[in-house]
């Protein structure tokens, strides 16, 4: 069945930095924009950044922008996030979801179907 696994996440000073990974088994990684999204204690789940099943296409929120990079490898079924220069307004639970690469593209929640289950990332003094 479909799977998403989330590692990487963790404590980390402000301007640190961290990569996350999302595994994927179960379904045809390559066929599948993945995304990221985040969750702050009190906040609605946001868009941070997707990438495309083969071309390798990049989309960003504003605020990560220069500082957070989402790759994949399709041979190893795995995206990543890596983020650096750290801000504690980054504190959240990280979670990777999975689209059908042939729909419409979205930066909504609400239009990705498979989710993992989340990694803490927390950056503070």
């Known amino acids: 069945q479909v799977q998403l696994v989330e590692s990487g996440g963790g404590l980390v000073q402000p301007g640190g930095s961290l990569r996350l990974s999302c595994a994927a088994s179960?379904?045809?990684?390559?066929?599948?924009?993945m995304g990221w999204f985040r969750q702050a204690p009190g906040k609605e789940r946001e868009f941070v950044a997707a990438i495309s099943g083969t071309t390798y296409g990049t989309d960003y929120t504003e605020s990560v922008k220069g500082r957070f990079t989402i790759s994949r490898d399709n041979a190893k079924n795995t995206a990543y996030l890596q983020m650096t220069s750290l801000k504690p307004e980054d504190t959240a639970v990280y979670y990777c979801?999975?689209?059908?690469?042939?729909?419409?593209?979205?930066?909504?929640?609400?239009?990705?179907?498979?989710w993992g289950q989340g990694t803490q990332v927390t950056v503070s003094t």
């Open positions: 979801a999975a689209r059908e690469g042939m729909l419409p593209y979205s930066r909504s929640d609400r239009e990705f179907d498979s």
């Open positions: 179960g379904f045809t990684f390559s066929n599948y924009r």
